[in-house]
């Protein structure tokens, strides 16, 4: 995984803080001693690594706690929103615009991964049904043009390079005619060494000829957080719109120039995580400091689960279960309210401290026929039943039951399979194996 240093250390701390058992001051102080210290290990800047855990520090503190979750949820929903905006807030992607063609101009340092990325992101929106053609404006390095055609084609598309032009707007002149064909069109442009006057003049000119709808910076992910300063640089001077932060596969220091970006106003785009032309990603924060943290979008849900059931509902449900008593009126309850949140397998791989809880797999993908089969077969049942199941586990009830609701044998063994998975589950964490996971459950109103 990217980062998979970064992601270890803040999922480390976020556990420190799912089982330690008081909420106060001291521990939001060692959770923020965790995560800067993991920031500042990932390259990020000092300054902003500072402002950053005041941030949450202030927000833990200050902000009045929100009903039905408790202090160290909230808390660790701060330092999810927080490192959410750090990284630039909402997603910020691309938006293709219906014109012929869509022109997205690739602009950079040398060995930065132009190229690639020309070509990667050609693969992205080729593969999302988009004509696509490339154009290699590098004209300086002898091989650029060799590079692109044989990138062209191994993903067979189109790609316009004259070979041996040493103007990249006579290259443009000579082809342009024929982009409006395209939906989308990706071009390549020549680096430098380093920030110059000359590629300054260079971008400014293909900038008034190409009048590019994005104009992308790709900059490699090792140069940490001094990535800061170029992103600045290209922003400033060349119509920069959108960074790609490429080569975050091979480096330590992704999250230092993924937030140096970000603290430019040019929003990174993408990233590129490979040397393959798969291995490209739309950047989106939230999805990306999830990943990180190891749970998904926490936010949403928490949100959802308020959705579904009111809190009384949840805290009968809560005290059933940690009664013992389980029974089919709760299985159905259950049921539905998985069905409305996704699988249940989503929602524990979104829990800090519940991803490592094995739960069968048949009991997490449950179907919308079987759930009405499974109503009818409630539909039949007696009250007693219905309260008691261990009433139906004999062949002859079984059989009737089916007959009664119009299923079969199997299908009613099915569902009280499901019953014993679920109340398997329920004296698991009523054992307290999940450690904290029985009052997150509460807290998030999930039976
Ligand atoms: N590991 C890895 N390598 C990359 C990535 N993007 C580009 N590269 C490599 O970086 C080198 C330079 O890329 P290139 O596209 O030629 O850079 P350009 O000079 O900016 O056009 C090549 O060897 C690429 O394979 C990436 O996301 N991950
Ligand atoms: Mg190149």
Same mark, same amino acid.
């Not at 293909?206 to 990535?227: C, H, W, Y």
């Not at 059933?320 to 249940?344: C, H, P, R, T, V």
């Given at each position: 995984?990217?980062?998979?240093?970064?992601?270890?250390?803040?999922?480390?701390?976020?556990?420190?803080?799912?089982?330690?058992?008081?909420?106060?001051?001291?521990?939001?102080?060692?959770?923020?001693?965790?995560?800067?210290?993991?920031?500042?290990?990932?390259?990020?800047?000092?300054?902003?690594?500072?402002?950053?855990?005041?941030?949450?520090?202030?927000?833990?503190?200050? %902000? &009045? $706690?929100? @009903?039905?979750? *408790?202090?160290? !949820?909230? /808390?660790?929903? #701060?330092?999810?929103?927080?490192?959410?905006?750090?990284?630039?807030?909402?997603?910020?992607?691309?938006?293709?615009?219906?014109?012929?063609?869509?022109?997205?101009?690739?602009?950079?340092?040398?060995?930065?991964?132009?190229?690639?990325?020309?070509?990667?992101?050609?693969?992205?929106?080729?593969?999302?049904?988009?004509?696509?053609?490339?154009?290699?404006?590098?004209?300086?390095?002898?091989?650029?043009?060799?590079?692109?055609?044989?990138?062209?084609?191994?993903?067979?598309?189109?790609?316009?390079?004259?070979?041996?032009?040493?103007?990249?707007?006579?290259?443009?002149?000579?082809?342009?005619?024929?982009?409006?064909?395209?939906?989308?069109?990706?071009?390549?442009?020549?680096?430098?060494?380093?920030?110059?006057?000359?590629?300054?003049?260079?971008? %400014? &000119? $293909?900038? @008034?000829?190409? *009048?590019?709808? !994005?104009? /992308?910076?790709? #900059?490699?992910?090792?140069?940490?957080?001094?990535?800061?300063?170029?992103?600045?640089?290209?922003?400033?001077?060349?119509?920069?719109?959108?960074?790609?932060?490429?080569?975050?596969?091979?480096?330590?220091?992704?999250?230092?120039?993924?937030?140096?970006?970000?603290?430019?106003?040019?929003?990174?785009?993408?990233?590129?995580?490979?040397?393959?032309?798969?291995?490209?990603?739309?950047?989106?924060?939230?999805?990306?400091?999830?990943?990180?943290?190891?749970?998904?979008?926490?936010?949403?849900?928490?949100?959802?689960?308020?959705?579904?059931?009111?809190?009384?509902?949840?805290?009968?449900?809560?005290?059933?279960?940690?009664?013992?008593?389980?029974?089919?009126?709760?299985?159905?309850?259950?049921?539905?309210?998985?069905?409305?949140?996704?699988?249940?397998? &989503?929602?524990?791989?979104?829990?800090?401290?519940?991803?490592?809880?094995?739960?069968?797999?048949?009991?997490?993908?449950?179907?919308?026929?079987?759930?009405?089969?499974?109503?009818?077969?409630?539909?039949?049942?007696?009250?007693?039943?219905?309260?008691?199941?261990?009433?139906?586990?004999?062949?002859?009830?079984?059989?009737?039951?089916?007959?009664?609701?119009?299923?079969?044998?199997?299908?009613?063994?099915?569902?009280?399979?499901?019953?014993?998975?679920?109340?398997?589950?329920?004296?698991?964490?009523?054992?307290?194996?999940?450690?904290?996971?029985?009052?997150?459950?509460?807290?998030?109103?999930?039976?």
């Amino acid at each position: 995984m990217v980062l998979e240093k970064l992601g270890d250390a803040l999922k480390s701390s976020l556990k420190k803080i799912t089982q330690s058992v008081f909420f106060d001051e001291k521990l939001v102080n060692s959770l923020i001693k965790d995560i800067q210290r993991a920031l500042l290990k990932a390259d990020v800047n000092v300054e902003l690594v500072f402002k950053l855990s005041k941030d949450i520090k202030k927000r833990a503190l200050d %902000e &009045k $706690l929100p @009903k039905g979750i *408790s202090q160290k !949820e909230y /808390l660790i929903k #701060i330092v999810y929103e927080e490192l959410v905006k750090f990284l630039g807030g909402k997603k910020n992607g691309l938006e293709i615009k219906k014109k012929k063609p869509f022109k997205i101009m690739m602009v950079g340092l040398f060995g930065n991964g132009k190229t690639t990325t020309t070509s990667k992101i050609a693969n992205y929106y080729k593969k999302r049904g988009y004509s696509i053609a490339m154009v290699g404006l590098d004209v300086h390095r002898p091989a650029a043009a060799q590079q692109l055609m044989q990138l062209a084609e191994k993903l067979s598309l189109p790609v316009y390079v004259d070979v041996g032009n040493k103007d990249p707007v006579k290259v443009w002149n000579k082809f342009s005619s024929e982009f409006t064909k395209y939906d989308i069109l990706l071009i390549d442009t020549a680096g430098r060494d380093a920030f110059s006057e000359s590629l300054v003049k260079e971008i %400014e &000119k $293909l900038n @008034k000829k190409v *009048s590019p709808d !994005e104009t /992308l910076l790709v #900059i490699s992910a090792d140069m940490g957080q001094t990535a800061k300063r170029q992103a600045e640089q290209f922003h400033e001077s060349c119509g920069v719109n959108g960074v790609v932060v490429t080569k975050m596969d091979g480096t330590a220091k992704g999250g230092g120039a993924i937030s140096a970006c970000s603290a430019t106003g040019a929003p990174v785009k993408f990233i590129g995580v490979g040397e393959n032309f798969d291995d490209l990603e739309e950047f989106n924060p939230e999805g990306f400091v999830g990943r990180l943290l190891g749970m998904g979008d926490l936010e949403a849900l928490l949100e959802k689960a308020k959705e579904i059931m009111s809190e009384d509902q949840a805290k009968d449900m809560t005290e059933k279960m940690m009664k013992g008593d389980f029974n089919f009126f709760d299985l159905f309850e259950q049921i539905n309210a998985m069905k409305k949140m996704g699988s249940l397998s &989503k929602i524990v791989d979104m829990i800090p401290g519940m991803g490592g809880m094995k739960l069968p797999k048949d009991m997490l993908d449950v179907q919308e026929d079987k759930i009405q089969k499974w109503k009818h077969i409630m539909a039949s049942m007696t009250k007693k039943e219905l309260e008691n199941p261990d009433l139906v586990f004999n062949k002859s009830r079984i059989e009737r039951l089916a007959s009664g609701s119009g299923t079969t044998s199997s299908d009613v063994r099915q569902l009280l399979k499901q019953y014993r998975q679920a109340k398997k589950m329920m004296k698991k964490m009523k054992g307290g194996k999940g450690g904290d996971m029985k009052k997150m459950m509460k807290n998030m109103g999930m039976g």
